[in-house]
C-alpha cells in the first residue's frame, strides 16, 4: 500500500520534473513535442483544481446559508453573480463578441466582473493616501531614503513634477526625468538584482528539493 | 447586446457595482457587502467558464471526440490520463481517500519545479551575476560615468547579497555591509512605492473616468443616479439611528 | 497646542479620501495640459528599436492584458501599434489573457483603417491560447504548427503576410505588453533562449522589477505605466489617453507628497514640544 500511497507519487514527481528540466536544455524536436503535451497535461489538470475552489467556496457560503449566522443573506449574492455569468456564457458558447457584436457574456464581462474587479484593485489608492498621511513615519535615514526615492520617482512620472523640480533644482543641470531614470537602472536594480539573485537560489534549491522527494508537504499526512 | 437599452442598462449596472464598493469608504454598508459577495461568484463564474469553453472543450472533449473516431489511441490517451490526474484532485474532500490527490498534486508540483529551475537559474540567477560583473570586462574604455554606475552595481548586489545570507552571523563586518545593503533595498522599495503610487492613481482614474462618462446624458446620466440612491440612503439610516439611539436614551 | 496637533494627526481619513476623489475628478472634468516634457531612456529605446527597423519587417505584439489594467496599458498598445502602421511595419497580433479580446478588438477597429492597413497583407489576429508554453515553444520552430487559424478561423497560411513567416528567425522582434508575469515569460524562454530581441510594456507597479533585465540588455526597450504610454504618445506626436491621463494624476500625485512632508513636519514639532 506504501508503494500506491508514497512511492509511486513521489516517482511521478521525479520524473516530470528531470524530464521538464531537461526538455529546456536539449534543443530537440523531442523535447519541443513532450513540451506541448506536458502544457496541455498542465492545463486540464489546472483546470479541475479550479473545481476544487468551486467545491470549497459554494460549501462554506452554503454552510452559511443552512445555518442562518449573521450576514447570511449576502452569501446568496454568491451564487447569483455566479449563475448570472455562467448562465450567460452558456448562452453565449463563451465567446465574448459574435459578429462584432458585444453577447450577453460580453455584456456580463464589460458591465459586471470588469467594474467590480477593477473598482477592488483601485480601492487600494485611497489606502495609499491615507498610508501616506497617518503611517509613513520618518524616523530613520532608510526610511528617508526610501522617501526620497519616492517622491524623486513621483514628481518624474507627473508633467507638474518635471516643473517643480525644474524651478527648485532646475540648477544641478539635471531633469527629474534623468534623476528617476538613474535611480532605476542602478541603485533600484542592485537592490533588486540583490533580491532576484536569492529568491532564484532558494526556487532552484526548492525545486530540486520538490524532484528528489526531500521537500513532500503537498502531499499532505503520511 | 449592443442596442440602446443594454447600453443603459450597462451604465447603471457598472456605475452602481462600481459606486457600490467605493461606497465602503464611508462606512460599511449593505451595499458594498452585496457588491463583494457578487464579485466573489462573479469572478469565480468567469474563471470557470474560461476554463470550460478554452481548455476543456477545445483541449479535452473535442480532440477526445475526434481521436476516438480516427481510432488514435494515442491521443486519446494522452488525453485521458491527465483528465484522470484532475479528477484526483478532487478526492482532497473525502478524507478516506485523499491520498490519491497526490497522484494530481505530484504531477503538477513535478512539471512547476522542473520548468522554475532552468528560468530561475538562467534568466534570474546567471544573467544577472553576467550583467553584474560584464562592465568590468572592459571596464576601463567605459566613460567615467558608466564606470561609477558598475562600481555601485556590484557594490549594491553584494550587499544586499549579505543582507540575505543569514548561515553567518550578521556581526561586525558583515553586519556593516549587510546594513549598507539595506539601503539598497530601501531605494528599491521606494522606486516601487513611487510607482506604485501612479499605478494605482491610474487604476482609479479609469473608475472615475467611466463614472464621469456614465453621468453624461446619452448614458442616462446612470451615475447621478446611483450616487443620488446612496445618499438618500446614508441619510436615512443615519436618521433612523439617531432616532433610535434617542428612543433607547 | 499638543493637542491640537495630534487631532491634526488623527484626522478623520474620509476627508482625505474626499481630497483624492476630487484632485482626480476635477482634472478629468477640466483638464490642466500641462504638457510632459521628458521622455526616459527605456522608452525612447523602444521608440528607436521600431522607428530602425526596415520597413516590411514583421513584430509579434503580445496583448496580454485585460480591462482591470487598461488604463495604463491600452494606450501604449495604441501608440505601439500606430507607430508600427507608420513605419509599414508587419505586425502579429496575439494574446494569452481571455479577457483582451473586447480590447484588441477596439484596437484593430479603430487604428488599421487610420494608415489604411488591410488584414492579411499588413497585420493579422491570432486567437487566444491559454497555452504560454507551448505556444512560446512551438513558435521557435514552426508558428503553423501551433496557431494553424487566425482569430477569424480562417488558415494562417492562406493570409499574404504569413506565407514567409515560420519562426523566429522571419520576426524582427517581440513586444510583449502585459500587467501579468508573461512579460518574463518571453524573456526566458525565447530572448535568452532563441536570441530574438524582446521589447516591453508594463504597469508601473512591475517597472522597477525590470531594472535588472534592462540593464542586462535581456529587454531592448521597456515602456512603464501611464507615464510611459503618455512619452511615447509625445514621440509619435499623437496624444491619446496615457497623455490626458496623466494629466489628471498630476495633482493627486503632489497631494501624496504633501500629506507625507505635512504629517512628519507635525511629527518633528510633537517631539520637540
Known amino acids: 500500500m506504501n508503494i500506491i500511497k508514497k512511492y509511486i507519487p513521489l516517482t511521478i514527481v521525479f520524473m516530470f520534473g528531470i524530464i521538464t528540466l531537461a526538455s529546456y536544455y536539449v534543443p530537440n524536436r523531442a523535447s519541443e513535442e513532450y513540451l506541448e503535451w506536458i502544457n496541455k497535461w498542465q492545463n486540464i489538470v489546472s483546470a479541475f483544481a479550479l473545481f476544487l475552489g468551486t467545491i470549497s467556496l459554494f460549501y462554506s457560503h452554503y454552510k452559511k446559508i443552512q445555518r442562518k449566522v449573521d450576514g447570511w443573506g449576502y452569501s446568496l449574492f454568491v451564487y447569483i453573480g455566479f449563475f448570472i455569468i455562467m448562465g450567460a456564457a452558456i448562452l453565449s458558447n463563451g465567446n465574448i463578441s459574435k459578429e462584432g457584436k458585444l453577447t450577453y457574456l460580453g455584456w456580463g464581462f464589460n ?50 513634477g518635471e516643473i517643480i523640480w525644474d524651478k527648485v533644482f532646475g540648477w544641478t543641470k539635471f531633469t527629474i526625468g534623468e534623476i528617476k531614470d538613474w535611480i532605476i537602472s542602478v541603485p533600484s536594480t542592485a537592490g533588486r538584482r540583490g533580491i532576484m539573485i536569492g529568491i532564484a537560489i532558494g526556487a532552484a534549491v526548492t525545486s530540486l528539493k520538490i524532484i528528489f522527494g526531500i521537500e513532500r508537504g503537498y502531499m499532505g499526512k503520511e | 447586446m ?163 545570507f543569514f548561515s553567518v552571523e550578521h556581526k561586525g563586518v558583515v553586519k556593516k555591509i549587510s546594513n549598507f545593503g539595506i539601503y539598497f533595498l530601501m531605494i528599491y522599495f521606494g522606486a516601487s512605492f513611487g510607482n506604485t503610487v501612479m499605478a494605482r492613481f491610474s487604476l482609479l482614474y479609469g473608475r472615475f473616468d467611466l463614472l464621469v462618462r456614465y453621468s453624461q446624458k446619452e448614458y442616462f446620466y446612470a451615475t447621478n443616479w446611483v450616487i443620488v440612491g446612496l445618499l438618500i440612503y446614508f441619510i436615512a439610516e443615519k436618521l433612523i439611528t439617531n432616532k433610535l439611539l434617542k428612543a433607547r436614551a | 497646542m499638543k493637542e491640537k496637533l495630534n487631532k491634526i494627526l488623527k484626522l478623520d481619513r474620509r476627508y482625505l479620501f474626499v481630497l483624492l476623489t ?112 507551448a505556444a512560446l515553444t512551438q513558435m521557435a520552430s514552426d508558428i503553423h504548427s501551433f496557431y494553424d487559424k487566425d482569430i477569424n478561423n480562417k488558415p494562417l497560411k492562406d493570409y499574404e503576410m504569413m506565407k ?57 526597450g521597456l515602456i512603464g505605466g501611464m507615464k510611459g504610454a503618455a512619452e511615447y504618445e509625445k514621440l509619435i506626436s499623437q496624444p491619446w489617453k496615457g497623455t490626458s491621463g496623466i494629466d489628471a494624476l498630476n495633482i493627486a500625485h503632489i497631494l501624496v507628497i504633501v500629506f507625507i512632508i505635512f504629517s512628519n513636519i507635525v511629527l518633528l514639532i510633537l517631539k520637540f514640544l
Request: glycine letters at 8%; charged letters at 15%; hydrophobic letters at 50%.
Open chain 1, 111 to 160: 458591465n459586471i466582473y470588469n467594474p467590480l474587479s477593477a473598482t477592488m484593485f483601485s480601492v487600494l489608492a485611497f489606502f495609499i493616501i491615507s498610508t501616506a498621511y497617518r503611517s509613513f513615519k520618518i524616523k530613520s535615514f532608510a526610511a528617508f531614503l526610501l522617501f526620497i526615492c519616492g517622491l524623486i520617482l513621483m514628481l518624474g512620472n507627473i508633467p507638474l
Open chain 2, 2 to 164: 449592443d442596442t440602446q437599452v443594454s447600453v443603459i442598462l450597462g451604465a447603471f449596472v457598472a456605475s452602481g457595482l462600481t459606486l457600490f464598493i467605493f461606497s465602503f469608504l464611508y462606512k460599511d454598508n449593505p451595499f458594498f457587502k452585496i457588491a463583494e459577495h457578487l464579485y466573489m461568484g462573479v469572478g469565480l463564474a468567469w474563471h470557470i467558464q474560461l476554463t470550460i469553453y478554452k481548455i476543456i472543450i477545445p483541449k479535452v472533449w473535442e480532440p477526445l471526440k475526434i481521436a476516438w473516431q480516427k481510432g488514435d489511441t494515442f491521443t486519446v490517451w494522452m488525453t485521458i490520463i491527465p483528465t484522470v490526474l484532475g479528477i484526483t484532485l478532487v478526492t482532497q474532500f473525502i478524507p478516506k481517500i485523499s491520498w490519491i490527490s497526490r497522484y494530481g498534486f505530484t504531477f503538477l508540483m513535478g512539471y512547476a519545479a522542473g520548468l522554475a529551475l532552468p528560468a530561475g537559474l538562467t534568466t534570474d540567477f546567471a544573467n544577472q551575476i553576467l550583467g553584474t560583473i560584464e562592465p568590468f570586462a572592459n571596464f576601463f574604455s567605459l566613460s567615467l560615468g558608466k564606470m561609477v554606475n558598475a562600481v555601485i552595481i556590484l557594490i549594491g548586489t553584494v550587499s544586499v547579497l549579505f543582507y540575505f
Open chain 3, 164 to 220: 514567409n513567416i515560420k519562426n523566429y528567425k522571419d520576426v524582427a522582434g517581440v513586444i510583449g505588453i502585459t500587467g501579468t508575469a508573461l512579460l518574463d515569460y518571453w524573456v526566458v524562454y525565447v530572448g535568452d533562449k532563441y536570441g530574438v530581441p524582446i521589447l516591453g510594456g508594463v504597469t508601473a507597479i512591475s517597472q522597477v522589477g525590470y531594472g535588472p533585465y534592462l540593464q542586462k540588455k535581456q529587454l531592448k
Open chain 3, 22 to 133: 476630487l484632485s482626480i475628478i476635477i482634472p478629468i472634468i477640466k483638464p490642466i495640459g500641462i504638457p510632459s516634457k521628458s521622455i526616459s531612456t527605456s522608452v525612447k529605446d523602444t521608440y528607436d528599436f521600431i522607428e530602425k527597423m526596415p520597413e516590411g519587417s514583421t513584430i509579434i505584439l503580445s496583448l496580454d492584458y485585460d480591462p482591470s489594467t487598461a488604463p495604463e496599458l491600452h494606450p501604449m498598445a495604441a501608440a505601439i501599434l500606430k507607430h508600427t502602421f507608420k513605419k509599414n511595419i508587419k505586425v502579429i497580433i496575439l494574446t494569452f489573457i481571455a479577457g483582451s479580446g473586447g480590447l484588441i478588438d477596439e484596437l484593430v477597429r479603430t487604428i488599421p483603417p487610420q494608415y489604411s492597413k488591410e488584414y492579411g497583407k499588413d497585420y493579422v489576429v491570432l486567437p487566444y491560447m491559454a497555452n504560454v508554453l
